[in-house]
C-alpha cells in the first residue's frame, strides 16, 4: 500500500485517484501517522431487490402466526440472567 502526506494528496490529488481506480490503496499520513485510507470502490454488492411475484399478498394482508400465551415473566429472567453473567 502506498502512503502519501495530506500536503502531497492535496497537490496531486488526481494522479493519487488514478492509482486508486487502477487497484491499488493509499494510506494518507499526517504528520507520519495514519489517518485515513483511499480504497478503489468495489462492484456493486449482491443485495438485489426484486419485485414480489404477482400472485404474492400485500404485506397488509399476510396473516401473523397466533400469540403464544405463557406465564414468565420477562423481566425476572432477565435480571436473573444479568445476575449469572456478574
Not at 52 to 59: E, F, Q, T, V, W
Amino acid at each position: 500500500m502506498k502512503q502519501v502526506g495530506i500536503a502531497e494528496l492535496k497537490a496531486r490529488l488526481s494522479e493519487f485517484l488514478r492509482v486508486v481506480q487502477g487497484g491499488e490503496s493509499i494510506a494518507v499520513l499526517d504528520r507520519n501517522r495514519a489517518v485515513a485510507q483511499i480504497v478503489p470502490m468495489r462492484e456493486r454488492s449482491g443485495l438485489r431487490i426484486r419485485k414480489p411475484a404477482a400472485d404474492s399478498p400485500k404485506p397488509n394482508k399476510v396473516s401473523l402466526p397466533k400469540s403464544i400465551s405463557q406465564k414468565i415473566d420477562v423481566v425476572q429472567l432477565l435480571l436473573e440472567e444479568r445476575q449469572n453473567h456478574r
